[in-house]
């Protein structure tokens, strides 16, 4: 997801988007150790929106930025 596309979403959107993303985190480090994992590009690709999501809601945390 772009960070456009996030910035629309609102808070309680944002959060389940990043609980689902933590999620997935663990189930592909979990399979990456297992070896069964193809494109281990995913494990940065999922990081990066995490980080991404948290910046946002942290930024309306502080009043930076509004909500939709």
């Avoid at 979990?30 to 995913?42: K, Y």
Wanted: net charge positive.
């Amino acid at each position: 997801m772009t960070a456009k596309e996030l910035r629309i979403q609102s808070v309680e959107d944002l959060t389940n988007e990043l609980s689902n993303l933590q999620e997935s985190l663990f189930n592909q480090r979990f399979r990456n150790i297992l070896g069964q994992l193809e494109d281990t590009s995913q494990l940065k690709k999922i990081r990066r929106d995490i980080a991404r999501i948290n910046t946002i809601l942290r930024a309306r945390e502080r009043g930076i930025e509004s909500a939709p």
